[in-house]
Nanobody, 124 residues
Framework: QVQLVESGGGLVQAGGSLRLSCTAS????????MGWFRQAPGKEREFVAA????????YYADSVKGRFTISRDNAKNTVYLQMNSLKPEDTAVFYC?????????????????WGQGTQVTVSS
């Protein structure tokens, strides 16, 4: 049974930082590209960042470039999202997702497995 479990969300003031973690089980983690997505109330789920299976390549949405950093530790089956300079508009439920393959993809429909999400709230 595949499980992706996110943690690290919470309430933070604007300008603050949070680090999200997503630990996978039931898959060979090093075979999967990993992505972070978010969904704000009343909005569609959107791409935030992705990292290749080896960690050698990363890709970011323009809205988070320079503020967020995605990384992974294949020995721990975990992907991270370091979020700095947080803004109120970053408030959302953040999800991690796994996609088997070698090419980073963006569309939500392309990912094979999803976590349950973790809430991030940024106060102004």
């Amino acid at each position: 049974q595949v499980q992706l479990v996110e943690s690290g969300g919470g309430l933070v003031q604007a300008g603050g930082s949070l680090r999200l973690s997503c630990t996978a089980s039931g898959i060979t983690f090093s075979y999967y590209n990993m992505g972070w997505f978010r969904q704000a109330p009343g909005k569609e789920r959107e791409f935030v960042a992705a990292i290749s299976y080896s960690g050698g390549s990363t890709y970011y949405a323009d809205s988070v470039k320079g503020r967020f950093t995605i990384s992974r530790d294949n020995a721990k089956n975990t992907v991270y999202l370091q979020m700095n300079s947080l803004k109120p508009e970053d408030t959302a439920v953040f999800y991690c997702a796994a996609k088997r393959g070698t090419i980073i993809v963006v569309p939500t429909t392309s990912y094979d497995y999803w976590g349950q999400g973790t809430q991030v709230t940024v106060s102004s």
